[in-house]
């Protein structure tokens, strides 16, 4: 069973910063674009960061500057850094991944990690 699992979310002040990990666990054949996304309270799911598997990364324009994506292909594993953290950025992030596993390509999402910024 392939699953995505985030960590890292919680209470951090404006201005704060937190590191989001998402790790995929069980055994696949390989891990294509991974990306964040996030979904604040009232509103609609939306794109963060993505990167694809060799490093080519794309971000929201709100969070450009701020927050920075990366992964470790060796660890199955994928980090967001956000720095600068402002109370818009309050929100469920969720770890996204496309995978190809059991002779299949599958796209695959986290449960969610709480991310609140306030004072």
């Known amino acids: 069973q392939v699953q995505l699992v985030e960590s890292g979310g919680g209470l951090a002040q404006p201005g704060g910063s937190l590191r989001l990990s998402c790790v995929v666990s069980?055994?696949?054949?390989?891990?294509?674009?991974m990306g964040w996304y996030r979904q604040a309270p009232g509103k609609e799911r939306e794109l963060v960061a993505v990167?694809?598997?060799?490093?080519?990364?794309n971000y929201a324009e709100s969070v450009k500057g701020r927050f920075t994506i990366s992964r470790d292909n060796a660890k199955n594993s994928l980090y967001l850094q956000m720095n600068s953290l402002k109370p818009e950025d309050t929100a469920v992030y969720y770890c996204?991944?496309?995978?190809?596993?059991?002779?299949?390509?599958?796209?695959?999402w986290g449960k969610g990690t709480l991310v609140t910024v306030s004072s």
């Open positions: 990167i694809q598997r060799f490093g080519i990364t």
């Open positions: 069980g055994t696949v054949f390989s891990i294509q674009d």
């Open positions: 996204n991944a496309n995978i190809i596993y059991s002779g299949n390509y599958y796209d695959k």
